[in-house]
């Protein structure tokens, strides 16, 4: 049997009164800790959360926003053109293709993005490409 986590005395004038035990009260935060962390591991382990499936375009794409956020923009292109593979009708892929690609330097290949974002109705692609001149 565990000890309590309270121990008191009588005191005549305001009756039974508790103090709490700090070293106990350490003991089982930790104890609970310990019993979250299982419970929450054999959630997962019964969910079968390890075998998640293959990849979609949505998560290529969240994946390389964040990589050119990171300013990691090659591997944000590579992540962009496998989700251009998986779902080649998405403007927003091509358009977040060429920013990634207008960091890097490279112009034509940005213009070409941004022109198949447009065909495809993306509105920011569509003003820039208005801005520069160029039509989609």
Not at 34 to 47: A, K, R
């Amino acid at each position: 049997m565990l000890p309590s986590l309270w121990y008191g005395s009588k005191n005549p004038k305001y009756g039974i009164y508790f103090i709490r035990n700090k070293k106990l009260d350490w003991i089982m935060m930790v104890r609970r800790i310990c019993f979250f962390s299982l419970m929450l591991s054999l959630v997962f382990f019964m969910s079968g959360a390890d075998n998640v499936g293959p990849l979609t375009a949505e998560d290529y794409y969240k994946s390389g926003k964040i990589k050119y956020h990171k300013d990691d923009y090659s591997g944000a292109i590579e992540d962009y053109n496998k989700a251009a593979e998986l779902a080649p009708d998405v403007a927003k892929i091509f358009g977040s293709r060429g920013a990634a690609r207008r960091k890097l330097g490279d112009r034509e290949g940005a213009i070409a993005d941004a022109q198949k974002a447009a065909r495809l109705g993306d509105k920011d692609a569509q003003r820039i490409l208005r801005m520069l001149d160029l039509g989609w």
